[in-house]
């Protein structure tokens, strides 16, 4: 059974548009849920993280929002760029349990 | 150096061969982990290590074998591998316990197994 459910696959964005990627979860215990951006080549890197105690964090042109009754999260990227285009995974984990990763969702921003 | 290392960075071996792979990690941390990420699927926990003891195996068939030598290096020892066990193993990082246990990912190893 997967515990965390992202879509969509892929995505492609003008440059300038939002991107958003959706991810949901089924496990309450859960309270701790980032996002990691991997460029081809590379591991996944902690892009932006959130705890169910507020519904959005924002950092820069990344926003997560967070919707707790739904157990439903998302990513949005601002004024996506072509510097954009990677892949980005969603996570969910309760504190020192294991990870659980979406499948990811690959994002490419055309210029 | 810094953050989190692999090696090799590719590696083709055979189904017969032994072959192991390295990872070390520079953050300090107290908790290192092994995943296979294959296309299109979620990433797959297949070894974690806290405080150099093994704290989960999920499953993991045993012709893949890990070892943790000290809190900084990681290594996966691979025997008699079939095709399927093509994919990009990543060792990742952590300080258990913290807030977040945020983890910390290695660049990974691309195997390929004929």
């Known amino acids: 059974q997967q515990q965390v459910k992202q879509s969509p696959q892929s995505l492609i964005v003008q440059k300038g548009g939002i991107s958003i990627i959706n991810c949901a979860y089924e496990?309450?215990?859960?309270?701790?849920f980032p996002w990691y951006q991997q460029f081809p080549g590379k591991g996944p890197a902690l892009l932006i993280a959130i705890r169910p105690d507020v519904s959005e964090k924002k950092e820069g042109r990344f926003t997560i929002s967070f919707n707790k009754s739904a157990k439903q999260f998302s990513l949005h990227i601002m004024d996506s760029q072509p510097g954009d285009s990677a892949t980005y995974f969603c996570a969910a984990s309760s504190v020192g349990n294991q990870f659980y990763f979406g499948t990811g969702t690959s994002l490419t921003v055309i210029p | 150096e810094t953050g989190v290392t692999q090696t090799p960075r590719h590696l083709v071996m055979g189904m017969t061969n032994k072959k192991s792979l390295k990872c070390e990690q520079h953050?300090?941390?107290?908790?290192m982990y092994w995943y296979k990420q294959s296309a299109k699927k979620p990433l797959e926990l297949m070894f974690v290590?806290?405080?150099?003891?093994?704290?989960e195996n999920n499953s993991v068939p045993s012709r893949f074998s890990p070892e943790c030598p000290n809190s900084s290096h990681l290594f996966l020892h691979l025997h008699t591998l079939q095709p399927e066990d093509s994919a990009l193993y990543l060792c990742?990082?952590?300080?258990?316990?913290?807030?977040?246990?945020?983890?910390?990912f290695g660049p990974g190893t691309r195997l390929t197994v004929l």
């Open positions: 953050l300090g941390h107290n908790a």
């Open positions: 496990n309450t215990a859960f309270d701790y």
């Open positions: 990742a990082s952590s300080q258990r316990g913290g807030q977040g246990d945020t983890q910390y």
């Open positions: 290590y806290s405080l150099e003891e093994r704290v």
